[in-house]
């Protein structure tokens, strides 16, 4: 087995596990709207107004991401965009910590006000920046095994090689 082809294994993973993070957690939210609505507003950062949009649009963005992610479409960009998505989490987890808010970040249900001394604030950043590792690793080599961009560029170079930077 080649180089090249383990660090295809290793994206490969990276781009599923991704996948999985983004449908699971689209999927929760997606299923329970109101509860999205009490994570993000417990937040405490943004007017009514513009909760009700991030909780309204924030699932089905998610699960656009594991989408594109799990069949392999335009993993680069989707794999930048999980970075900014995963950066603006870390940030709000970290300055409800900061501010002393009693909150469960909702990332995956769930969500809104705890009792102090329940919240997980290291657990979940740590968390978050171990998906922030996927989607660096995507990133920066987005070649994964059985991604749909791979046959697309393959198909559309002639050469049989799949060597379009994928």
């Given at each position: 087995?080649?180089?090249g082809r383990v660090l295809d294994g290793i994206g490969t993973l990276a781009r599923l596990g991704l996948a999985a993070v983004w449908?699971?957690?689209?999927?929760?939210?997606?299923?329970?709207?109101?509860?999205?609505?009490?994570?993000?507003?417990?937040?405490?950062?943004?007017?009514?107004?513009?909760?009700?949009?991030?909780?309204?649009?924030?699932?089905?963005?998610?699960?656009?991401?594991?989408?594109?992610?799990?069949?392999?479409?335009?993993?680069?960009?989707?794999?930048?965009?999980?970075?900014?998505?995963?950066?603006?989490?870390?940030?709000?987890?970290?300055?409800?910590?900061?501010?002393?808010?009693?909150?469960?970040?909702?990332?995956?249900?769930?969500?809104?006000?705890?009792?102090?001394?329940?919240?997980?604030?290291?657990?979940?950043?740590?968390?978050?920046?171990?998906?922030?590792?996927?989607a660096a690793w995507l990133i920066v080599r987005p070649r994964t095994l059985l991604a749909a961009e791979r046959r697309l560029v393959?198909?559309?170079?002639?050469?049989?090689?799949?060597?379009?930077?994928?």
């Amino acid at each position: 087995m080649t180089r090249g082809r383990v660090l295809d294994g290793i994206g490969t993973l990276a781009r599923l596990g991704l996948a999985a993070v983004w449908l699971v957690s689209g999927l929760i939210k997606a299923l329970d709207p109101a509860q999205t609505y009490v994570a993000v507003r417990a937040y405490d950062v943004l007017p009514r107004e513009a909760v009700s949009v991030v909780a309204g649009v924030l699932p089905w963005f998610e699960l656009a991401l594991g989408l594109l992610l799990l069949v392999g479409i335009g993993t680069r960009a989707v794999a930048a965009l999980s970075a900014a998505l995963l950066l603006v989490f870390i940030a709000g987890v970290t300055q409800a910590w900061a501010r002393g808010l009693s909150i469960d970040c909702g990332c995956f249900g769930g969500g809104g006000a705890v009792e102090p001394g329940q919240t997980q604030y290291v657990q979940e950043i740590l968390r978050d920046v171990g998906f922030l590792l996927l989607a660096a690793w995507l990133i920066v080599r987005p070649r994964t095994l059985l991604a749909a961009e791979r046959r697309l560029v393959t198909a559309g170079s002639g050469s049989g090689s799949g060597s379009g930077g994928y």
